[in-house]
């Protein structure tokens, strides 16, 4: 079974940066999209991104402003999430998931609904 696990969360100031990772097990990450959550504590988690096992990347704009980009190292089997000018108000927790699929489609990728595998997510507290 595929196997991701976040990690490279942390403490942060406001306008920091962090670099996410969503390491993979159990398949060879080349051959699946991955996509990136995140959420706000008692709320439903966001998608924003994914990123194609052809390296297709499509971000939510109106999500994260242009903050953010993806990108994958498939020699590493690991997707990065490169996180640059937070805000306090960045919701906390970051996931990455699998639809099974190899594209990526943008919303259609990082519906909730589509998710077949998750992490179980890293910290980002962003903090004066």
């Known amino acids: 079974q595929v196997q991701l696990v976040e990690s490279g969360g942390g403490l942060v100031q406001p306008g920091g940066s962090l670099r996410l990772s969503c390491a993979a097990s159990?398949?060879?990450?080349?051959?699946?999209?991955i996509s990136w959550f995140r959420q706000v504590p008692g709320k439903e988690r966001e998608g924003f991104s994914c990123?194609?096992?052809?390296?297709?990347?499509?971000i939510d704009a109106d999500s994260v402003q242009g903050r953010f980009n993806i990108a994958r190292d498939n020699a590493k089997n690991t997707v990065y999430l490169q996180t640059n000018n937070l805000e306090l108000e960045d919701p906390d927790v970051y996931y990455c998931?699998?639809?099974?699929?190899?594209?990526?489609?943008?919303?259609?990728?990082?519906?909730?609904?589509?998710?077949?595998?998750w992490g179980e997510g890293t910290l980002v507290t962003v903090s004066p």
């Open positions: 159990g398949c060879s990450l080349d051959r699946y999209e």
């Open positions: 998931a699998t639809d099974g699929a190899d594209y990526c489609t943008g919303a259609f990728s990082w519906e909730l609904g589509a998710v077949d595998y």
């Open positions: 990123i194609g096992a052809t390296d297709v990347r499509a």
